[in-house]
């Protein structure tokens, strides 16, 4: 049965399995697993959400710092790893830059703090002494870390900025534009709601019934906002 379990090589498949390398890259492949899995399925709320997205990032980032406890060689192996992680999160997840920078630096926490304590290369600089050598690799982890933390930190707050921005171009006063339903020449006519009420109901629109030759607020650029199916004409339709 041993025999038939081995990898491309001949390598046995129990012990490359059982090895930190392999089981740290599968625990924080499970762990994204698992968060893909919740936030599909399960209707959490917001902040159980962001207790989600924080506790995941950490724990998976966690596990691939596993990867570098025997073995010093994977430790540029694992900074890159945790570089692409903090950065598609930064693309894929909603996020102010402050949490960004703060859950990426404490994603990278783990692996440096393994860096520092398990790890005293002697042949990494030739020539060197042992202390020079391990500072080194200990500064060079740190800048890694640094630049993956502020790399995750600006695609933050690029998107970020970008989904605010998209979110006030679909606001009219305090009325949200749905979609475009229709126009043609001058006018156009979209689908607007107004704000939830606080007891949990619509609010009454207060232009209910208004005829067409009304003033109307006026329209963002390129939309024409209807309340509740009445078209409303637009000076700055486009």
Not at 154 to 165: A, E, F, K, N
Not at 211 to 217: G, I, Y
């Amino acid at each position: 049965m041993r025999e038939r379990l081995a990898l491309v090589g001949g390598a046995p498949f129990v012990a490359v399995v059982k090895g930190p390398i392999a089981s740290g890259h599968l625990a924080a492949s499970w762990t994204m697993g698992l968060l893909w899995l919740l936030a599909r399925r399960a209707r959490l709320s917001v902040r159980s959400l962001g207790t989600l997205d924080a506790v995941s990032i950490v724990v998976a980032c966690g596990f691939l710092s596993i990867m570098t406890m025997n073995d010093e060689g994977q430790i540029l192996q694992v900074l890159l790893a945790l570089t692409v992680t903090v950065m598609i999160r930064a693309i894929l997840v909603p996020s102010r830059p402050r949490r960004t920078m703060a859950l990426s630096a404490l994603a990278f926490l783990p692996t440096v703090v393994v860096c520092i304590a398990r790890h005293s290369p002697t042949a990494l600089l030739p020539g060197f002494t042992a202390a020079c050598q391990k500072q080194y690799m200990t500064l060079n982890t740190v800048l890694w870390s640094i630049l993956g933390t502020t790399l995750a930190t600006i695609i933050s707050r690029v998107t970020y900025g970008l989904r605010q921005q998209v979110a006030e171009a679909d606001e009219l006063g305090q009325y949200v534009l749905e979609e475009k339903i229709g126009g043609g020449g001058m006018r156009g006519l979209a689908c607007a709601s107004p704000p939830a009420d606080p007891a949990g109901g619509d609010q009454a629109h207060p232009t209910a019934g208004v005829r067409r030759s009304q003033a109307a607020p006026q329209a963002l650029p390129g939309r024409s906002p209807s309340y509740r199916g009445a078209q409303v004409p637009s000076s700055s339709w486009r």
